[in-house]
T-cell receptor
């Protein structure tokens, strides 16, 4: 059973460009979470999605950030008009319904130049 | 806003020694997970505890959940260099999102 997959592992964007981060959950997992880890800081929750629904986006910045988890395909975290402060490691986690455990992917390291 | 405090922040000990790291919260956890994170990788789940007073063992690692479900500890017996890493506790507080502690960075010296 493959683990949570994220791509790309590394992404470099210039200020003002768009960044698209992809996450494929573990097989059988219908819940997806996105977390951000800023340099020298802990992991912070961003958004929780189920198929075609955003359940909790209380950790998402109000502007430029969006997330989706379509019926088919991976979950996408989209950052528009990136700024240097968006440079961070972005982790996706998944869980099966009704369980507390969240399993993390290897992360996407975004660098904004 | 729930806060998780982990202590110590850094710990460096000799191979073969025992150690304990702690995770404390001012709020009651619905559940608590311990993770280990290597540089450049995602957190790897070690254990989940749910019931107050629960003790779980994973080889040389012993996890304890406080009776009031507001604190937890991780004890490692006979530490080995392979135990080196960042240990994170993370809790649910009545919803699905995890709140993470700042971590304990453990170094085992051969």
């Amino acid at each position: 059973n493959a683990g949570v997959m994220q791509n790309p592992r590394h992404l470099v964007r210039r200020r003002g460009q768009e960044a698209r981060l992809r996450c494929s959950p573990m097989k059988g997992h219908s819940h997806v979470y996105w977390y951000r880890q800023l340099p020298e800081e802990g992991l912070k929750f961003m958004v929780y999605l189920q198929k075609e629904n955003i359940i909790d986006e209380s950790g998402m910045p109000k502007e430029r950030f969006s997330a989706e988890f379509p019926k088919e395909g991976p979950s996408i975290l989209r950052i528009q008009q990136v700024v240097r402060g968006d440079s961070a490691a972005y982790f996706c986690a998944s869980s099966p319904p009704g369980q507390y455990e969240q399993y993390f992917g290897p992360g996407t390291r975004l660098t904004v130049t | 806003t729930q806060l998780l405090e982990q202590s110590p922040q850094f710990l460096s000990i000799q191979e073969g020694e025992n150690l304990t790291v702690y995770c404390n919260s001012s709020s009651v956890f619905s559940s608590l997970q311990w993770y280990r994170q290597e540089p450049g990788e995602g957190p790897v789940l070690l254990v989940t505890v749910v019931t107050g007073g629960e003790v779980k063992k994973l080889k040389r690692l012993t996890f304890q959940f406080g009776d009031a479900r507001k604190d937890s500890s991780l004890h490692i017996t006979a530490a080995q260099p392979g135990d080196t890493g960042l240990y994170l506790c993370a809790g649910n507080f009545g919803n699905e999102k995890l709140t993470f502690g700042t971590g304990t960075r453990l170094t085992i010296i051969p």
